[in-house]
């Protein structure tokens, strides 16, 4: 028959009301975890001596529809070294910019945390990548957070190399990444029971991404 379903009763992928007030259509197959981490490969492009270049790249993105505390990893890896001149030093800074939503309020944090490579030729470029779970503000005087209160989280990363003597030959290839977790991730809808999933969280708690 067109349109059966042959699940054993009502489940997340059930794609018909069994009571009341239920929008199945809102049950979609996408967890909502699949923007809370992200990994990206960027190249800064081969440019003639002069300012520092930069490439810019967004990557986590949270829409959770209700508090928690988080946690998180910043991570950088070198794919693709250029190839410099003997006593050139090259410095490539990866800073993580984040904005921290939470009711109906914003903070933009940029800079919120720093990974440095820095080398000489010609000494080779660090194969080894940098990460870190922590993240330093002006006063933290080395202490560092490992947490922070939000539901809405917007992550970005800008990449920034500075050179001597010559340009970039061939360009840099570096890879990029935020995760985010939230510290106690408890969802609403694990403890649903045969009740309207639509009715019992009036905040659009499982609606989260």
Not at 77 to 94: C, D, K, L, M, T
Request: glycine share 8%.
């Amino acid at each position: 028959m067109s349109g059966q379903f042959d699940g054993d009763g009502p489940s997340r992928s059930d794609p018909f009301a069994r009571a009341f007030g239920q929008q199945p259509w809102l049950r979609g197959a996408v967890t909502p975890w699949h923007m809370w981490g992200t990994l990206e490969t960027l190249t800064i492009p081969i440019d003639p001596p002069g300012p520092a270049r930069q490439v810019s790249q967004q990557l986590s993105r949270v829409n959770y529809r209700r508090p928690d505390t988080w946690h998180w990893l910043f991570y950088c890896r070198i794919v693709q070294a250029p190839v410099e001149s003997e006593g050139n030093s090259i410095i490539v800074a990866v800073d993580f910019n984040c904005i921290f939503g939470l009711g109906r309020a914003s903070v933009t944090l940029p800079g919120f945390q720093r990974l440095v490579f820095n080398w000489t030729a010609p000494a080779p470029a660090p194969v080894e990548p940098l990460w870190s779970t922590r993240a330093l503000s002006p006063d933290d005087e080395g202490q560092g957070t490992e947490q922070m209160v939000a539901e809405d989280i917007q992550c970005s990363s800008l990449i920034t190399v500075s050179t001597v003597n010559v340009p970039l030959t061939p360009a840099l290839i570096i890879e990029v990444g935020s995760f985010f977790a939230p510290k106690n991730h408890i969802r609403p809808d694990w403890l649903q029971l045969d009740q309207s999933i639509e009715a019992q969280f009036p905040g659009s708690e499982i609606q989260g991404r």
